[in-house]
């Protein structure tokens, strides 16, 4: 099959475009967190934790092994930072509790419970 020439330039040019647009756009995102105090950036990502786990244990039957993966992975967060995260630590705080409370409620009703989170 006979290649046309330029077909395929006009299809690179589209992907260098396309890929100068994605740089663009990982350039803004980029600013974008750089103007961000970090205790902001670290809050969201332990909201998106708690969330994760939050998902996991809302299943039906809940998904107890996922959900401790995500909740350990809060608390090292939180443990790790404590004092340094802000306004929001305590929020995130009270939050990992009640993602704690709430696995232990959900898991002493699941049939294969997890031992320890």
Sequence with gaps: MPSNPDAEKQMDQSEAKANEEKMKEIDRMREEILSSPPEIVIANHCFGLFELAAIYLSENPPRLVPATLAIDALAGLVESVKG???????????????LRLAFVQVSTLADNPVEKI
Excluded at 84 to 98: F, N, W
């Design 84 to 98: 340094r995260l802000g306004e929001h630590e305590q929020t995130i705080t009270d939050g990992l509790a009640q």
